[in-house]
């Protein structure tokens, strides 16, 4: 019977398994000239179309598993294109010749920081689904008078428009005035949902920088709008983090994958020490 076909599809790179199972309820794919429905499985020998045109399995099956960061700025959007023609994120990313950049957790339009992407959908879904527990790290400069009470509110948890949420943790980071820096963390990545926890205290963010995604870390050396392939270690430890250690390549095929980074810089830093309490 083969695997289920929004599986195959995202560890070939052509969306999350989210997205794509969207697109078999839209009607979009079909199997051997049948519409396709989510339990159905495909082989390499099926004849499987997305929007009329042939998808080829078995040169997909090839695709290299890469990841990349990248150092979102504000102003731009995460998704592919905009009728708007704001400029997206996908403009400073290097070219594939096969397969597609995943994205795994995105930022709102006004948010900077850490984005992480790959060519592996069925990774990217399983990071950014809570069961896994990606913690996501933010800096946070808000705006107002933060008490006691409103830390404690927030990380016992409020109910938002879609249920509760709260921060796993809510650590100090200094600022002087009005603006006050916070880090804090939590392990799912709802819409706008740090912005929205600190409103429900009646508290404005007026920065948002996401500084770390499960075990990788922002470093400083990489400016934002730019991008860098991330080291074996980090491959490894996402990989781990989403139950699909047996999808890491070789570190031989790694270090042929790094070099194909041009605009990247030093690699991404990981140690805890070396992010400053203040961004």
Known sequence: MGERVQKVLAHAGYG??????????????????????????????DIVLLDGKQIHLSSKASLKLRVIAYHKPEGKICTRSDPERRPTIYEDLPRLKKG?????????INSSGLILLTTDGELANRLMH?????????AVRVLGEVDKDMLASLKRGVMLE??????DSIRDAGGTGANHWYHVVLHEGRNREVRRLWDSQGIKVSRL???????????????????????DQDVSSLLRLAGLSARMDSPEQIKRQQKRGRNAVRPVVRARRNLRSKV
């Open 209 to 231: 920088i996401r500084v770390r995604f499960g075990p990788v870390l922002l470093g400083r050396e990489l400016r934002t709008g730019r991008w860098i392939e991330l080291p």
């Open 16 to 45: 999350s398994r989210r997205n794509i199972e969207d697109w078999i309820r839209a009607g979009r794919i079909t199997i051997n000239g049948q519409i396709a429905s989510l339990g159905d499985g495909i082989t390499d020998n």
């Open 100 to 108: 597609r950049w995943v994205i795994i957790g995105r930022l709102d």
């Open 162 to 167: 879609d249920g509760m949420a709260s921060f």
């Open 130 to 138: 809570p069961s896994t527990g990606a913690e996501r790290e933010y």
